[in-house]
């Protein structure tokens, strides 16, 4: 039975079950506004957990592209039990995230497909945007805020934000030029008129709103096991595993020899001593 079972989900549009439950685990374990994620999961997947974008990486309930999920999955990973994806997760010099064994890197990818890691990680995702927007805005995050932050990224939604409390009646398309080329339904109007940072706000305060509506949520008492985060069938990953994907990504690196101690290696013959008796 699922750990989620005995929680109650009332008044969300008739849909209940695990994907609604795993929302309201989520809300509940980070504070954020229910009726906010679960309107959030209904625009980008229609609550389908297996959902994917034909023109992108986006995948799951919250569309995580896979550079999005891997930096989330980095940052709050081992909060929820998964220290195994988080550890084999790397920061490049150019930015990017990226694991050095495909398969374990796939396995992670797939967590976006199951709901209860999905809906936390993207609850987490919202509370470090909301955290961010309230520093520069110096009020509160509203719902529409955190969507806008999903939509432009964090720091694009803090311009966008700024200048609608400036100038709520000027052309938002000038300031995002390559959102409004992407997003040309969101920036203009069906006559080809230019939407004002006011009209936009207010028309994802809508779409919200439509898809939250009436949503409340009633928490049973229940106990969590420490392994709810992993989905069922995942397999198991050993200390030697991580031996494998340090040296990996070692070498990825290049010019670093393994085999001498140094710095770079440290981390490795830690969890080399950590393999000993296994």
Request: without cysteine.
């Amino acid at each position: 039975m699922s750990a989620f079972a005995d929680m109650n989900i009332a008044g969300s549009n008739g849909i209940g079950g695990r994907v609604n439950n795993a929302i309201a685990m989520a809300s509940r374990r980070t504070g954020i506004d229910f009726g906010y994620l679960l309107g959030q999961a209904k625009i980008e997947s229609s609550l389908n957990p297996t959902a994917r974008a034909t023109t992108s990486s986006a995948t799951g309930l919250y569309q995580f592209i896979d550079q999005s999920w891997l930096a989330v999955v980095n940052d709050h990973g081992a909060e929820y039990g998964l220290s195994w994806a988080s550890d084999a997760i790397s920061k490049g010099t150019n930015g990017r995230y990226y694991v050095a064994d495909p398969e374990l890197r796939q396995q992670i990818l797939d967590l976006r497909k199951h709901p209860e890691t999905a809906s936390v990680m993207a609850a987490e995702h919202a509370a470090d945007n909301k955290a961010y927007l309230e520093r520069r805005l110096g009020r509160e995050a509203e719902p529409t805020d955190l969507y806008l932050a999903h939509f432009l990224g964090v720091g694009g939604a803090a311009k966008f934000l700024a200048a609608n409390e400036a100038t709520p009646g000027a052309a938002a398309a000038s300031l995002f030029p390559a959102a409004a080329r992407a997003n040309r339904s969101v920036f203009f109007d069906r006559q080809g008129s230019p939407r004002s940072f006011a009209d936009i706000r207010a028309k994802f305060a809508a779409k919200l709103d439509q898809n939250s509506q009436g949503a409340s949520v009633q928490y049973a008492n229940v106990q969590t096991p420490s392994d709810w985060s992993l989905p069922e069938g995942s397999k198991a990953v050993q200390p030697a595993d991580y031996v494998r994907i340090e040296t990996q990504r070692l070498a990825a690196q290049g010019e670093i020899d393994t085999n001498k101690p140094q710095p770079a290696t440290a981390r490795l013959a830690y969890l080399m001593l950590a393999t000993f008796g296994r």
